[in-house]
C-alpha cells in the first residue's frame, strides 16, 4: 500500500512529532513556495496600451484601491495592474504644483530622480478643479464592509465631526485660502466661470493665478430691480480690508425697468432719473479698484457678480462659510445679529444699504477665518444652528450609511473608517479639505522636512510642492512661456536638407523624408546655397533616421543633399538628450521601424514567406471576383424586391377597390387580411436588404483588413526573438488608416540587436529600423505640444528668453528633484508613489498634458 502523500491520515498512523518538527510540518504544507509567498508588490502595464492617457477618475481608482483593498468591495483598475495589494506598507502621493509633460521632457536631463526611479509613465489629461480636493472628495463605490459602528448617541467631541461646517472645513483654523471656492465649487453654485454657459459676454478681472493668505478682502454687495430683462444692477458698493467704502456707484439699467424693488433696494425712480452711469463704466472701476490678488466677499455673492456680469476667480461666500444641512442659508441678517451683535436692514429704514451689507459680510468673513471652524460652531451652535452638539451624528445603521447613494462615502471617510491615517503636507492653505491632519509651510524645504517626521505614524499621505508654480507667478504671459517651451521641443523633430533642384516641390520633399517617418510639416527656403527645406516629423525617430539615412543621398543624377539638426543654440543639448531618452527605462528593448507599407502585396520578411500569412495572399486575390460577385446577385434581388412591392401595391388598390362595395364587417376583414399581407411582403423585403448590405460589407472590409495590423508585425518581427507589444499608431483622420511606422518591444536585449544589425525587407520593401527615442507613452513627440501650438502650425524660431531666467528655471527644477529623490529615499520598503504633474488649463481652453509617475518603492 502506498504511503498518503500529505495530510492528517499519515499523522494518524505515526507517533506525533515533536513541537518543532510539528511547526515545520505545518508549514511546509501551509506555505509550500516561500519565493512565491514573499513577492513583494508591483505594478504593470500592457505595452499596447500605454498611449492612453489616464484621467482624474482613472487615478482615483488606483488609489481607493491600493488604500482599501478588494474587501470592501473596490475593483482592480483596468488601465493598471497593481499585483499584491495587500503587501502594500502605504500610498504617497506628490503633487508638483505647476508642471506640465512638457516641462518634463524640456528638462529632462534635469530630473535625474524622476526619469531613473519611475518606471511606469502615462501621459495625463487635465482636469478642472483642484486635483488635491479631487481625490479626497471622491465617492467610493461598493463600501460594504466599512463600518463605522452604530453608537445612536455621540459624545459632543465625536458628534462634532459631523458638523455641517466641520464636515466641509475640518477643526483646524486656516488663512483666507482655505476658504476660497474651488472651480468646481463656483461652478455648481452659478457663480460666473469663464467658459461656461451662461458667462458670454461677462468682463473678467485682473485676477492673479492665485492668491495667498496676506491677501486684501473687499466687501461687495449690489442691489438690483426689475426690467423686461430680468434683474439688472442698479447699485454697487465695494469696501476694503479695513471696512472703508471704496466704491458706491448707482448704475442706469439699459432695459426698461418694471419695479424697483425699493422694498429691498432702496432705489427709487427719482434717484435714478439723473444717473448716466452704465454697467460698462462701473466694472472699468473695479477693476481699476481691485488689486490683482484680491478677494471678494459677498453673502450669495454669485447673485452679484451675475449682476454685474463679471467673472473673478478668488472669492469666499459668507452663505456656505456659515453653512446649515441640505443647502440651506442663512440670511445675512441674521448671521450679523448672532455672530456681529450687529443690526442690519432694519425695518424702520426703507430697503438695504449696500455699503453696510458688504461691510457684515467682510466682518463675517473675517471673523470666521480669525476664529477658525471649531470655535464658531462650539460658540453659535444653540443661537445659530437651534440646538447641541449631540443632535449631530453619524448614520446610526453606517454599514449601509445610506442605501440612495448605494453604499457611497467619500474617500477621505473611508480612509478613516478603515482604520488609515492620511495628511496633507503643502506649502500654502489653499485646498478645501475635510482632512483633520493638514500641515502648511512657507517652503517645499520645509514640506519635505515635516513629511519625514510624520511619515511613519501616517499609511497614506500626500505632498505638494509649490516652488514652480510660485515661479510662474512672476512671469509675465505664462501663454507666452509655454508657447516658447512648446516650440523648443518641436525643434527636436526637425532637419534641415538640402540642396535640392529648384523645381523640387514640397510634395516631393514630404515623399522623401516620408520613408524615416510620419512628416508633420514642410517648409521650402530659398537660400544663397540653393532651396533648402526644413522638415518636421512627429516623432525624433524620424529625424534621428533622416539624418542618418538621408544624407548624402543622391535624389537626382549628380545631385547628393545632406540632411542635419539644424544649429540652435535654443535646442536643447541633442546628443547628450537623445542618449538618455534612448536609455530611458520606458525605451528598454524598443524598436522603431518606419517605411511600412499599407498593403500587404506578398509575404515575404528578408525572402522566407511567413506560414501564417499563405492564406492572406490567396484572399487578396480572390476579393476582385468576390466583390464582383456579390453585386450581381444584389442586383438581380434588388430587381425582384421592387417587382414584388409593385405587385403588392397593385394588388393592394384591387382590394381595397373591392373593400369598398362590400359591407362594413366585410371591408374591416379585408382591410386586416391586406395588412397582414403588406406586412409580411416589407418584412421580407428588409430582410432581403440587410443581407444584400452585409454580403457587400462583408467583401469590402476583408478588403481592408489585408493591409499591414499588428499580427503582421508580431509574425514578422518574431523570428528575431519574442515579442512583447506592439504599437501600430493611427492616424489622426480615421481609426482605419495606419501609419507607416510602428514601435516593438522585445523581451530581450539580444533581439534588439539582431532587428538593429539586420538589413530588413518586409514585403519586398526595404524599412528602415532603430533604438526607439519616444518614450511609447506618447503618441508622437508633437503631441505633448499640439494643444498649445495648434496641430497645424507653423513651427517658428522659439522667442527669445534670457539666459537667466533659463537659469531661473533649470535651478528650480534641479531642486524639485532633488527634493523627489529625498522624499522617495525616505519611503518606505512596498510603498506606492504616484507622482502628478497636473497639467496645463488656460481660460481659454488651451491645455497642455500631465505627466503621472508610477512605481513600487523596493528596499
Excluded at 68 to 97: T, Y
Excluded at 275 to 304: F, W
Excluded at 400 to 406: D, F, L, R, Y
Excluded at 605 to 615: C, H
Amino acid at each position: 500500500m502506498e504511503a498518503p502523500s500529505v495530510g492528517w491520515a499519515k499523522r494518524k498512523r505515526e507517533p506525533s512529532p515533536a513541537p518543532e518538527s510539528s511547526k515545520r510540518v505545518k508549514e511546509a504544507e501551509c506555505f509550500p513556495d516561500p519565493e512565491a509567498i514573499h513577492r513583494p508588490p508591483r505594478l504593470s502595464m500592457t505595452f499596447d496600451s500605454v498611449q492612453e492617457p489616464v484621467t482624474m477618475k482613472d487615478l482615483t481608482e488606483l488609489l481607493q484601491f491600493a488604500a482599501l483593498g478588494n474587501k470592501n468591495g473596490l475593483k482592480s483598475p483596468s488601465w493598471l495592474r497593481l499585483h499584491h495589494q495587500k503587501r502594500l506598507s502605504g500610498v504617497n502621493v506628490v503633487i508638483l504644483d505647476g508642471l506640465t509633460q512638457a516641462h518634463f521632457y524640456r528638462h529632462y536631463l534635469l530630473f535625474r530622480h524622476l526619469r531613473t526611479k519611475y518606471s511606469n509613465r502615462r501621459s495625463y489629461t487635465p482636469s478642472p478643479g483642484n486635483v488635491i480636493t479631487g481625490f479626497f472628495s471622491s465617492e467610493v463605490l461598493g463600501t460594504k464592509n466599512v463600518v463605522l459602528g452604530d453608537k445612536q448617541k455621540p459624545g459632543p467631541e465625536e458628534a462634532l465631526m459631523w458638523h455641517p461646517v466641520i464636515r466641509k472645513f475640518g477643526l483646524k483654523t486656516r488663512g483666507l485660502t482655505g476658504y476660497l471656492l474651488t472651480e468646481e465649487e463656483m461652478i455648481k453654485k452659478h457663480f460666473p466661470v469663464y467658459g461656461m454657459p451662461g458667462s458670454e459676454g461677462f468682463v473678467r478681472t485682473d485676477s492673479a493665478d492665485s492668491v495667498t493668505d496676506c491677501s486684501p478682502l473687499y466687501g461687495l454687495d449690489c442691489e438690483m430691480c426689475l426690467t423686461k430683462k430680468g434683474n439688472e444692477l442698479t447699485r454697487v458698493s465695494l469696501v476694503d480690508s479695513r471696512g472703508v467704502c471704496v466704491l458706491d456707484e448707482l448704475v442706469k439699467p439699459p432695459n426698461h425697468i418694471l419695479h424697483y424693488l425699493t422694498e429691498f433696494s432702496g432705489i427709487t425712480a427719482a434717484m435714478l432719473e439723473p444717473i448716466t452711469t452704465t454697467l460698462r463704466e462701473v466694472q472699468s472701476k473695479l477693476k481699476n479698484v481691485l488689486p490683482r490678488d484680491a478677494v471678494l466677499v459677498g453673502h450669495s455673492l454669485n447673485c452679484d457678480l451675475n449682476a454685474l456680469k463679471l467673472i473673478h476667480r478668488h472669492v469666499i461666500d459668507t452663505s456656505l462659510l456659515y453653512r446649515r444641512e441640505f443647502g440651506q442659508r442663512f440670511k445675512l441678517k441674521v448671521l450679523a445679529e448672532t455672530v456681529l451683535q450687529k443690526e442690519i436692514q432694519m425695518e424702520t429704514r426703507r430697503g438695504h444699504d449696500p455699503t453696510e451689507d458688504a461691510r457684515a459680510a467682510l466682518e463675517l468673513a473675517q471673523f470666521f477665518i480669525r476664529t477658525g471652524p471649531r470655535q464658531v460652531v462650539e460658540l453659535f451652535c444653540e443661537p445659530l444652528w437651534g440646538g447641541c452638539l449631540t443632535m449631530y451624528q453619524r448614520p446610526v445603521n453606517p454599514s449601509i450609511h445610506n442605501t440612495k447613494k448605494n453604499n457611497h462615502c467619500r474617500f477621505d471617510e473611508a480612509l478613516k473608517i478603515s482604520g488609515h491615517s492620511a495628511v496633507f503636507i503643502g506649502k500654502r492653505s489653499d485646498i478645501s479639505l475635510a482632512l483633520a491632519n493638514q500641515q502648511w509651510h512657507s517652503s517645499d524645504k520645509e514640506v519635505l522636512s515635516s513629511f519625514k517626521r510624520v511619515l511613519a505614524s501616517h499609511s497614506f499621505s500626500v505632498v505638494q510642492f509649490s516652488a514652480f508654480s510660485d515661479h510662474l507667478k512672476s512671469v509675465q504671459s505664462l501663454q507666452q512661456q509655454y508657447h516658447t517651451m512648446s516650440a523648443r521641443l518641436r525643434a527636436m523633430c526637425v532637419v534641415s536638407a538640402g540642396p535640392f533642384p529648384s523645381d523640387y516641390t514640397e510634395k516631393r520633399v514630404r515623399k522623401l523624408f516620408s520613408r524615416c517617418g510620419a512628416v508633420r510639416c514642410v517648409r521650402l527656403l530659398n537660400e544663397a546655397q540653393g532651396l533648402q527645406a526644413e522638415v518636421e516629423f512627429d516623432v525624433l525617430e524620424g529625424a534621428a533616421l533622416a539624418v542618418d539615412r538621408l544624407s548624402g543621398t543622391e535624389i537626382l543624377p549628380g545631385h547628393v543633399i545632406e540632411v542635419q539638426r539644424p544649429v540652435n543654440e535654443s535646442m536643447l543639448d541633442p546628443e547628450m538628450f537623445l542618449s538618455s531618452l534612448q536609455d530611458d527605462q520606458q525605451n528598454a528593448n524598443v524598436i522603431y521601424i518606419a517605411g511600412l507599407k499599407a498593403k500587404a502585396k506578398t509575404t515575404k520578411v528578408n525572402g522566407t514567406f511567413l506560414k501564417t500569412n499563405t492564406d492572406t495572399t490567396a484572399k487578396v486575390a480572390e476579393l476582385p471576383a468576390k466583390i464582383k460577385g456579390v453585386l450581381p446577385p444584389a442586383k438581380a434581388n434588388h430587381s425582384v424586391l421592387l417587382a414584388k412591392l409593385n405587385g403588392t401595391l397593385l394588388q393592394t388598390e384591387a382590394k381595397l377597390t373591392e373593400a369598398t362595395n362590400t359591407g362594413l364587417h366585410s371591408r374591416f376583414a379585408k382591410l386586416a387580411e391586406l395588412s397582414t399581407e403588406v406586412n409580411g411582403t416589407l418584412l421580407k423585403a428588409k430582410a432581403l436588404l440587410a443581407k444584400i448590405t452585409a454580403d457587400t460589407n462583408e467583401a469590402k472590409l476583408e478588403d481592408n483588413s489585408t493591409g499591414l495590423s499588428e499580427q503582421d508585425l508580431r509574425e514578422a518581427f518574431g523570428q528575431y526573438g519574442k515579442v512583447k507589444g506592439v504599437i501600430l499608431p493611427a492616424k489622426p483622420t480615421g481609426q482605419q488608416k495606419r501609419r507607416r511606422h510602428a514601435f516593438i518591444k522585445y523581451y530581450q536585449p539580444d533581439a534588439v540587436e539582431k532587428v538593429i544589425s539586420t538589413p530588413i525587407r518586409l514585403w519586398d520593401q526595404e524599412v528602415s529600423t532603430c533604438r526607439a527615442l519616444t518614450p511609447p507613452h506618447l503618441r508622437s513627440w508633437s503631441s505633448m505640444v499640439a494643444m498649445v501650438m495648434g496641430h497645424d502650425e507653423t513651427l517658428e524660431a522659439p522667442s527669445h528668453q534670457t539666459g537667466s531666467e533659463e537659469q531661473e528655471v533649470d535651478s528650480v527644477m534641479r531642486k524639485l528633484d532633488r527634493h523627489m529623490g529625498k522624499l522617495f529615499r525616505s519611503l518606505p520598503e512596498n510603498t506606492l508613489s504616484v507622482v502628478l504633474l497636473p497639467g496645463y488649463t488656460s481660460c481659454q481652453g488651451d491645455n497642455l498634458p500631465g505627466l503621472c509617475l508610477l512605481e513600487v518603492k523596493r528596499g
